[in-house]
């Protein structure tokens, strides 16, 4: 009923020009999905941190957004955006960007208030103290979501693409089931998975690179004793 690992990797192999030219329409969509998603998160969640009454307006709307099945409004959004990467990008930002905000708005409630007083004290303003406490303070929570929702984004290009577009995985997966080709769909799966790690680990790295600090302070910590040890 279903073909061997070695099948699949055979056959995977064997149309790998296939699946190469169906690969780069959905990382292309899933990158510039993924992108506006981050823009989104951090402007709705400044809004939210610089106007408390918004984020109470806001937020109904935007769990209520979450609760919309992709396999629903997918089709919706082609037809009113047509089958280019408009409708990709739309979908892949809708199911990526609530987590990172929600995250980002959870790290700014973290900041310490001392470091916010102390900053205001010296003369810093609202903007100021955003950008010099509240932000810094929000990126490890930041990346958290960003990490879960990635994981997200080659999906939502996936089922956007199942919705109607010319190539890309989602359709490439489509001919292959209904050509009866379980081995090809499965060569398929195997590349999209591929391509969700190499996003997490770029999203590890962009972490490292974007957080010295916290490294320095994990290497920097002293090993327990021997009293100490359980």
């Known amino acids: 009923m279903l073909p061997a690992p070695s099948r699949v990797l055979a056959q995977a192999w064997e149309n790998r020009a296939a699946l190469a030219d169906n690969t780069l329409p959905t990382i292309r969509a899933t990158l510039a999905g993924f992108a506006c998603s981050v823009v989104a998160a951090f402007v709705l969640s400044a809004l939210v941190d610089f106007l408390p009454r918004l984020r109470r307006a806001l937020f109904p709307i935007l769990i209520a957004s979450q609760t919309l099945p992709l396999v629903a409004i997918a089709p919706l959004v082609v037809l009113w955006f047509g089958f280019g ?7 892949v930002a809708l199911v990526t960007f609530f987590p990172m905000m929600v995250a980002l708005v959870e790290g700014y ?28 303070s929000a990126l ?8 879960i929702s990635i994981t997200y984004a080659v999906v939502g290009a996936i089922f956007a693409e199942y919705a109607g577009a010319a190539k890309g995985l989602g ?13 090809l ?7 999209s998975s591929a391509l969700t790690l190499a996003l997490f680990g770029l999203a590890v790295l962009v972490q490292r690179l974007a ?6 302070g994990r290497d920097a910590k002293p090993e327990p004793t021997e009293e100490e040890r359980p």
Do not use: H
């Not at 990467?85 to 979908?91: S, T, W």
């Not at 769909?185 to 590349?191: D, G, I, K, R, T």
């Open 171 to 183: 359709i490439y997966m489509l001919s292959a089931k209904n050509n009866f080709r379980p081995d």
């Open 140 to 147: 490890p929570y930041f990346f958290a979501g960003l990490r």
């Open 85 to 91: 990467l408009l409708p990709k990008i739309l979908l």
């Open 211 to 216: 957080m010295p600090w916290e490294r320095a």
């Open 109 to 136: 409630v973290s900041t310490s208030k001392e470091i916010a007083q102390m900053l205001a004290a010296m003369g810093a303003g609202r903007w100021r103290i955003f950008w010099l406490a509240r932000l810094p």
């Open 185 to 191: 769909v499965l060569a398929a799966v195997a590349v």
